[in-house]
Nanobody, 113 residues
Framework: QVQLVESGGGLVQPGGSLRLSCALS????????LAWHRQAPGKQREFVAE???????NYGDSVKGRFTISLNYDEKMVYLQMNNLKPEDTAIYYC???????WGQGTQVTVSS
């Protein structure tokens, strides 16, 4: 099973930007599906974005037009560029790999003035 390590979270003001990173323990396959999910306090885990090994992407409605997911095969990394952040984006963000349904430990994003 692949190991995932997220980084890049932090405190940012509304309207600001952050880039999250997810490092994988093994190479990305063309059959991989890499996704970001988030969980806010007291809420269920929510889908944010996914990218396939073919580089096709899909986004949750709440982040479309603001977030961009990308991957780097050589570096075995997945990124989530988050722009125009809102307080409702505050959550722990998790990286996920399928097949195998592996999860990272999460990184906290807090959007507050």
């Amino acid at each position: 099973q692949v190991q995932l390590v997220e980084s890049g979270g932090g405190l940012v003001q509304p309207g600001g930007s952050l880039r999250l990173s997810c490092a994988l323990s093994r190479p990305i396959s063309i059959f991989s599906i890499l996704a970001w999910h988030r969980q806010a306090p007291g809420k269920q885990r929510e889908f944010v974005a996914e990218i396939r090994g073919t580089r096709s992407t899909n986004y949750g409605d709440s982040v479309k037009g603001r977030f961009t997911i990308s991957l780097n095969y050589d570096e075995k990394m997945v990124y989530l560029q988050m722009n125009n952040l809102k307080p409702e984006d505050t959550a722990i963000y998790y990286c996920n790999h399928r097949p195998g349904d592996s999860w990272g430990q999460g990184t906290q994003v807090t959007v507050s003035s």
